[in-house]
Protein backbone atom coordinates (compact mmCIF):
# COMPACT_ATOMS: atom_id res chain seq x y z
CA UNK A 1 0.00 0.00 0.00
CA UNK A 2 1.08 3.46 -0.76
CA UNK A 3 -0.33 6.24 1.27
CA UNK A 4 -0.89 9.95 -0.28
CA UNK A 5 -0.10 12.18 2.79
CA UNK A 6 -1.44 15.75 1.77
CA UNK A 7 -0.70 18.95 3.82
CA UNK A 8 -2.38 22.36 3.55
CA UNK A 9 -1.26 25.08 4.60
CA UNK A 10 -3.85 27.85 4.59
CA UNK A 11 -4.38 31.54 5.32
CA UNK A 12 -5.47 32.09 9.10
CA UNK A 13 -9.35 31.76 9.57
CA UNK A 14 -9.81 29.91 6.37
CA UNK A 15 -9.30 26.53 7.26
CA UNK A 16 -13.18 25.86 7.23
CA UNK A 17 -13.92 28.24 3.77
CA UNK A 18 -11.59 25.68 2.27
CA UNK A 19 -13.31 22.52 3.39
CA UNK A 20 -16.29 24.07 2.28
CA UNK A 21 -14.65 24.79 -1.34
CA UNK A 22 -13.33 21.12 -1.01
CA UNK A 23 -16.65 19.59 -0.13
CA UNK A 24 -19.33 21.06 -2.66
CA UNK A 25 -16.26 21.22 -5.67
CA UNK A 26 -13.60 18.54 -4.99
CA UNK A 27 -14.83 15.37 -2.88
CA UNK A 28 -16.85 13.69 -4.83
CA UNK A 29 -14.75 13.62 -7.61
CA UNK A 30 -12.12 12.75 -5.68
CA UNK A 31 -14.26 9.90 -4.49
CA UNK A 32 -15.08 8.61 -7.28
CA UNK A 33 -11.30 8.44 -8.74
CA UNK A 34 -9.40 7.76 -5.90
CA UNK A 35 -11.72 5.95 -3.02
CA UNK A 36 -12.77 7.09 0.58
CA UNK A 37 -9.76 9.09 1.99
CA UNK A 38 -8.42 7.50 4.77
CA UNK A 39 -8.49 10.52 7.49
CA UNK A 40 -9.29 14.27 6.10
CA UNK A 41 -8.07 16.03 9.05
CA UNK A 42 -8.14 19.89 10.59
CA UNK A 43 -5.39 20.72 12.89
CA UNK A 44 -6.75 21.81 16.60
CA UNK A 45 -3.52 22.33 17.87
CA UNK A 46 0.02 23.12 16.74
CA UNK A 47 0.45 24.40 13.41
CA UNK A 48 -2.82 25.68 13.24
CA UNK A 49 -4.43 26.86 9.64
CA UNK A 50 -3.37 23.21 8.69
CA UNK A 51 -5.29 20.81 6.65
CA UNK A 52 -4.02 17.11 5.97
CA UNK A 53 -5.66 14.42 4.10
CA UNK A 54 -4.46 10.62 3.29
CA UNK A 55 -5.45 8.88 0.71
CA UNK A 56 -4.71 4.60 -0.22
CA UNK A 57 -3.36 3.35 -3.11
CA UNK A 58 -2.09 -0.33 -4.22
CA UNK A 59 0.89 1.42 -5.36
CA UNK A 60 2.19 4.08 -7.12
CA UNK A 61 0.95 3.07 -10.59
CA UNK A 62 -2.65 2.44 -9.28
CA UNK A 63 -2.04 6.56 -7.84
CA UNK A 64 -1.05 7.65 -11.24
CA UNK A 65 -3.50 5.83 -13.23
CA UNK A 66 -5.96 7.25 -10.91
CA UNK A 67 -5.34 10.53 -10.91
CA UNK A 68 -4.51 10.90 -14.36
CA UNK A 69 -8.28 9.92 -14.73
CA UNK A 70 -9.74 12.00 -12.72
CA UNK A 71 -8.26 15.38 -13.96
CA UNK A 72 -9.65 14.39 -16.93
CA UNK A 73 -12.71 15.13 -15.38
CA UNK A 74 -14.81 18.55 -15.86
CA UNK A 75 -16.13 18.34 -12.65
CA UNK A 76 -12.52 18.34 -11.34
CA UNK A 77 -11.40 21.16 -13.22
CA UNK A 78 -14.67 23.27 -11.78
CA UNK A 79 -13.19 22.27 -8.25
CA UNK A 80 -9.66 23.34 -9.26
CA UNK A 81 -11.18 26.98 -10.59
CA UNK A 82 -13.14 27.02 -7.85
CA UNK A 83 -10.06 26.35 -5.51
CA UNK A 84 -7.58 28.63 -7.35
CA UNK A 85 -10.34 31.49 -7.10
CA UNK A 86 -10.30 31.34 -3.57
CA UNK A 87 -7.39 31.98 -2.51
CA UNK A 88 -7.10 30.23 0.94
CA UNK A 89 -4.43 27.93 -0.06
CA UNK A 90 -0.79 28.89 1.43
CA UNK A 91 1.24 25.95 0.76
CA UNK A 92 0.64 22.53 0.14
CA UNK A 93 3.43 19.59 0.64
CA UNK A 94 2.50 16.01 -0.75
CA UNK A 95 4.88 12.77 1.06
CA UNK A 96 3.83 9.59 -0.56
CA UNK A 97 4.72 7.04 2.27
CA UNK A 98 4.04 2.92 3.24
CA UNK A 99 3.27 1.72 6.16
CA UNK A 100 5.36 -0.12 8.62
CA UNK A 101 4.24 -3.96 8.39
CA UNK A 102 3.89 -3.79 12.21
CA UNK A 103 1.26 -1.03 12.13
CA UNK A 104 -0.89 -1.63 8.56
CA UNK A 105 -3.52 0.38 7.85
CA UNK A 106 -7.08 -1.12 7.38
CA UNK A 107 -9.39 -0.52 4.98
Given amino acids: M ?16 QMDVYEKYGLATQIKYCGEPIAYLSAESGDLNTLVHLWAFKDAGDRAERRAAMTKEPAWHEYVRQNAESGYIVDQRTSLMVPAKFAPIKR
Fill in 2 to 17: LVDLRTYRVKPGFAQA
